[in-house]
């Protein structure tokens, strides 16, 4: 899973409205807002850590502090590969959330089974212009065959749900957010 799509599936399960994304030169910067909250959220996606051993330092911690101080921002998360220890304490002593290639937070299925049926339904809606009430009222699905990739990824989660398997779960709230942004642009 890219860096990118980890910010896009933990503001989905968070239910953050993402506002503005900006590219940065070694990331990602995601406004986003919490509805629950009125809080503003800063997710940053460090793609290219300014190190040469690839690991995310203090400076680019502080960078971040300062950055949500100066925006006015109430939340933090960054994200990226790996960070250092002194990156870590500082992210905990700041209480920016972290992300990275061995740390992904974690989430209730029943919580990502619920953001992922949200995301199908309006897949849906722009797809076909309505969501099916039943199973047979879906053309996506006949004689043994799938049609809709939306269709075949809800169904798959359905079984992953079933079965408890979290990571899989995560993995198809990806994929229907990917088309969701495709559709979007």
């Known amino acids: ?52 051993s690839g690991v995310v330092g203090i400076d680019t911690i502080r960078n971040m502090i300062e950055s949500m101080k100066h925006e006015n921002y109430d939340k933090g998360v960054l994200i990226s590969e790996r960070f250092s220890k002194a990156a870590k304490r500082e992210m905990k002593r700041e209480s920016i959330q972290m992300v990275s290639e061995k740390y992904m937070p974690s989430f209730k299925p029943q919580k990502l089974y619920l953001t992922l049926q949200n995301c199908v339904d309006d897949l849906c809606k722009a797809k076909c212009g309505l969501v099916p009430e039943k199973g047979s009222d879906c053309k996506g699905y006949s004689e043994g065959r799938y049609s809709c990739k939306v269709r075949l990824i809800s169904d798959n989660a359905s079984f992953h749900f079933e079965r408890g398997w979290t990571d899989l779960l995560q993995n198809d709230l990806v994929q229907l957010l990917t088309l969701q942004n495709s559709i979007k642009n």
């Open 1 to 52: 899973m890219s860096m990118e799509s980890k910010a896009e599936l933990v503001m989905a399960v968070k239910d953050y409205e993402c506002e503005k994304r900006e590219r940065l030169d070694n990331g990602i910067d995601f406004t986003a807002s919490d509805a629950r909250s009125d809080d503003r959220i800063l997710l940053r996606v460090i793609t290219e850590p300014k190190s040469k």
